[in-house]
């Protein structure tokens, strides 16, 4: 991909807005291009951290192993979005806590700690940038660690909404992955999912969940 037309994407993502010309067009022509196959790992956890990611397509599920070494999906990343960011921020931190999967093929740019933390030291649009980030993630974590105490009906219709933000009604998912990102069975998810098929909430094919009956499923979050 030329670097105008990395440029023209990085200028639409915060933090990289505010930067002035010259410094997109250095960080355009640094940014490397990695194509992630479907189910392709971008990093792992443990792995040294030495870069900040910007997916351009496709879509990642960010993974955490729990203490019994089974993976708990925490993020979806979607185009436009860091990831691999905010364990560097503070100086702490050299490793990768969690470990980034490709849902699907997917296209990824690679930028150098060095060159990111250079451009925040140096411009305070940066640090807005990645404050706004921060916080975003840290609601978004505050709302799963919530959800997890919750009924699973709750969770799975929770996971539909909360994806239902970025794709509208019909979500590109499969029932292990909103599974994944429920913090349930696949199993249990199948049923639940099922349960709400039957009653025409929802309908579902190959990798395609589509929400059918939103005042139905909103009822369940309330009870």
Request: contains cysteine; hydrophobic residues 35%; charged residues 25%.
């Amino acid at each position: 991909m030329n670097s105008d037309k990395i440029k023209t994407f990085l200028s639409q993502i915060a933090p990289f807005q505010g930067l002035p010309p010259a410094e997109l067009e250095r960080l355009a022509s640094i940014a490397q291009e990695i194509k992630h196959g479907k189910n392709e790992t971008a990093f792992t956890e443990g792995d040294e951290a030495t870069s900040v990611w910007v997916l351009y397509s496709g879509r990642l599920e960010v993974f955490k192993y729990t203490s019994d070494g089974k993976p708990r999906a925490i993020e979806i990343i979607q185009p436009k979005d860091l990831f691999g960011t905010l364990c560097r921020m503070g100086g702490a931190g050299r490793t990768y806590p969690c470990t980034a999967i490709a849902s699907i093929e997917s296209v990824s740019f690679r930028i150098p700690d060095s060159i990111f933390l250079e451009l925040f030291h140096k411009y305070p649009s940066m640090v807005t940038g990645v404050c706004t980030l921060c916080s975003n993630r840290l609601n978004m974590m505050q709302e799963l660690t919530c959800s997890t105490q919750e009924p699973v009906e709750k969770r799975i219709v929770r996971t539909l909404f909360q994806l239902a933000k970025t794709h509208g009604n019909t979500l590109p998912y499969t029932k292990k992955q909103i599974g994944e990102l429920s913090a349930t069975t696949v199993e249990t998810t199948i049923r639940t999912l099922s349960k709400f098929q039957k009653k025409k909430w929802i309908s579902s094919s190959r990798g395609e969940i589509v929400i059918k009956d939103t005042p139905r499923l909103e009822a369940l979050i309330k009870i």
